[in-house]
């Protein structure tokens, strides 16, 4: 058996297990954590993370992004920018993932599970402050942790009615019907970050139901978005870390110090602007490289190169209304497309083509279930399918957003979908308006876009009913219930081969492939959190 706490790792006898079940106690489920520890991936930091006293570092730190986030309130925003920019520097969360990909304590002290991890109990942490000032208790940990369960669909189909109570000031505790035995992972994952804020912030939304106010717990806090230029976090004085200040960071976990007093974040579209003010030393880290330029900045002396496979290439059908909402239809499109093709124009040789939908720093989910209908490209078989499901020259809509050769994946899209004999067009609009048209059923068959890297397969957005793309499928709701309500992992691996097995035969998506994210830096740059994205709570850049 394994404990968690917030600075430690460590194995029980079964003795001491034994001892612990007798008290009713149980800190985490050993069978959970053997999983997660073959999801294995270093977690490394960027340049010398080690005190220099000869060293003298800047005050300010200057990031290129690729993208603007609509928002950048987590529980209900997917974008990975916002994430990069606020998910541990802003924003903690109760457990965090460490290298292994096991999650482990952040905000909470310590965890007790039940036997049967049907019930989670967190101690938090006391003293912990968020940046209005306030101590952060446990009615702060449930407004925000229930507002995230209801803020995704897969949240609430993984819990059920289960909601998060109230202990005492510095407990908090959640139990199910069933058991729950992925529960610790997805609340840890990157993806739909299970954020904690205040009480008082989780009750003041916008008009797009988005929080207004960015309390964070974190080394940084929130100061000013100028739209379509500058995120500007800054120093928090009175944060509080835990962990041990000599240990290295471990993955997104351990000890955090903000070393410099400013973080800008600026929204740059243009690559070549971003790759030109990283070699003059405008920026010191730009995102969102390209493999051809990827080349020429990690041959440069003066910078440094990140990559790793960062989530799937998809393109999402519209399934409420029109012709996306045809399975015969949605059949005839996969079989015709040439997924290498697609690929290419978008990432260049920054991808691998797979069938499964889960990427391989997951490996313990990957399977190959459904690969039979995988980058077939027979342009006669899919004119068959067109004629078998009724096609009669409506036009396809095509919606897409101008950010990471996503314009370019829409013409190649429309250009092989014309040669099978469907009239196309392509909307293509800034990344902020994409994520809001995609929310109307009317006005799109088919959208492009890519999702990051989850913990678990429930955690795919595109499954749930009310997620843009609107999956609505019986069979698959059952598949994903049977999948949350497993009592083992082994189990749980079972249903989701079936689960992606019947996705390849109905399509609610087209997983296209899996794509490399990469990232240019200055050498200068130390102590930046390279794992499952970029990040930058502990980093500095020497003058």
């Known amino acids: 058996m394994y404990e968690i706490d917030a600075g430690t790792l460590f194995f029980i006898s079964k003795t001491q297990e034994e001892e612990f079940m007798k008290k009713g106690l149980k800190k985490v489920i050993a069978l959970f954590l053997s999983m997660t520890c073959v999801m294995s991936l270093a977690a490394c930091s960027s340049g010398d993370s080690t005190s220099n006293a000869t060293k003298t570092y800047k005050s ?53 599970a039940s036997a049967d991890s049907s019930s989670y109990v967190f101690n938090l942490r006391k003293g912990v402050k968020f940046h209005d000032g306030t101590e952060m208790k446990a009615a702060d940990v449930v407004a925000s942790m229930n507002r995230w369960i209801n803020g995704y669909s897969s949240a609430k189909t993984l819990v059920g009615t289960s909601r998060f109570e109230v202990v005492d000031d510095y407990t908090v505790k959640i139990a199910f019907t069933a058991p729950c035995v992925t529960f610790l992972s997805v609340i840890a994952s990157s993806s739909q970050v299970a954020i904690i804020t205040t009480a008082s912030a989780c009750t003041n939304e916008d008009s797009n139901g988005y929080l207004t106010n960015y309390i964070g717990t974190g080394p940084y806090k929130f100061k000013e978005w100028k739209l379509n230029d500058v995120i500007t976090l800054e120093k928090f004085n009175e944060y ?49 490289l390209s493999s051809d330029t990827y080349d020429s900045v990690n ?16 393109l999402v059908f519209n399934k409420k209304q029109g012709l996306g909402a045809n399975q015969l239809f949605r059949q005839a499109v996969n079989t015709g497309i040439n997924y290498t093709d697609l690929n290419t124009v978008m990432a260049g040789k920054f991808f691998e083509l797979g069938s499964c939908y889960m990427d391989n720093t997951q490996s313990y989910w990957v ?6 209908n995988y980058n077939i490209n027979d342009i006669t078989k899919a004119k068959a399918l067109l004629a078998q499901s009724g096609y009669n020259g409506e036009t396809f809509r095509i919606l897409t957003s101008n950010i990471s050769n996503f314009d370019k994946l829409a013409e190649v899209l429309r250009q092989e979908l014309v040669a099978m004999g469907i009239n196309v067009t392509v909307t293509t609009v800034d990344w902020a308006t994409f994520t809001s048209y995609r929310t109307d059923p009317t006005g799109y068959d088919l959208y492009l876009t890519s999702f990051a890297s989850v913990s678990v397969p429930s955690q795919k957005v595109y499954f749930g009913s009310t997620y843009p793309g609107w999956t609505n499928d019986a069979q698959l709701t059952d598949y994903l219930n049977q999948f949350n309500s497993a009592t083992t992992l082994e189990q749980a691996k079972a249903v989701w081969v079936k689960t992606q097995e019947y996705c390849w035969q109905t399509l609610p998506i087209i997983n296209l492939g899996h794509y490399t994210a990469s990232y ?18 502990n980093a500095r850049v020497a003058e």
């Open 60 to 112: 300010v730190i200057n990031i290129a992004a690729n993208q603007e986030a609509p928002s950048l309130d987590l529980m209900k925003n997917t974008t990975a920018i916002g994430r990069y920019i606020c998910s541990g520097a802003v924003f903690e969360k109760l457990v965090t993932l460490n290298a292994n990909s096991e999650p482990v304590p952040e905000l909470a002290e310590s965890i007790n």
């Open 240 to 288: 509080v870390p835990y962990g041990d200040a000599n240990a290295s960071t471990d993955g997104w976990a351990g000890y955090k110090n903000a070393y410099a007093t400013t973080i800008n974040f600026y929204y740059v579209p243009d690559e070549a602007t971003r790759v030109a003010g990283l070699q003059t030393g405008q920026y010191d880290c730009a995102f969102g």
């Open 299 to 314: 041959n440069n002396s003066d910078l440094s190169t990140f990559a790793e496979q960062g989530g799937t290439n998809v």
């Open 367 to 372: 399977t190959d279930a459904g690969k039979a």
């Open 520 to 537: 240019g830096y200055s050498k200068k740059l130390e102590g930046s959190v390279n794992y499952q994205g970029m990040y930058f709570w």
